[in-house]
């Protein structure tokens, strides 16, 4: 990426391409959104995310949008890229658990949605803990439409599925 910037765009402009293509055929097979999923893109400062990511991104968000499908644009460590991710494109931005919710969703803007964002972690704890810790991202929500319950991550193998089940249970009921 430092060494070799020219080679870089070209590797992400490949990338963006087969990836574009992958996910329009997800959507001629009937899915209802798609979401581009960056476990590394937060190991990027915000300078070097538009640099270097943002474009590609950029591109391929924009060759999206005329699928009739939410995007969702989702990365992990990325609470210093949230605006560069916001300018790349997605309708619903995907939000890990390390800033709170109504922080991230207010610098993302409430034009979008969100999805996120409860440690995967948490899920290990006792009922009390995970429930609180849900609870806490439904307030911070606000009854705001967009808002996607989910982890900020991926779920953990250790992971019992009663507690998933009790978490879906438990968002599905909140009235806040």
Request: hydrophobic fraction near 45%; charge should be negative; proline fraction near 5%.
């Amino acid at each position: 990426m430092y060494t070799a910037p020219e080679l870089w765009d070209e590797l992400m402009t490949r990338l963006a391409g087969i990836v574009a293509t992958y996910l329009r055929l997800q959507a001629e097979a009937g899915v209802h959104a798609l979401q581009v999923f960056d476990s590394w893109v937060g190991t990027l400062s915000l300078d070097d995310y538009r640099r270097y990511v943002q474009p590609a991104m950029a591109r391929l968000f924009a060759s999206l949008s005329n699928l009739g499908v939410p995007l969702i644009h989702f990365g992990t460590g990325t609470t210093a890229l949230l605006e560069g991710m916001r300018d790349a494109g997605g309708d619903v931005i995907g939000l890990d658990w390390r800033i709170p919710l109504d922080l991230a969703w207010e610098r993302v803007g409430f034009d979008r949605g969100v999805q996120g964002n409860l440690d995967p972690a948490v899920l290990l704890a006792p009922w009390p803990v995970v429930e609180r810790q849900a609870s806490a991202i439904l307030r911070r929500a606000g009854s705001r439409p967009g808002h996607i319950f989910n982890l900020g991550h991926g779920v953990l193998p250790q992971t019992e599925v009663q507690t998933l089940a009790r978490l879906v249970e438990h968002v599905h009921g909140w009235t806040g």
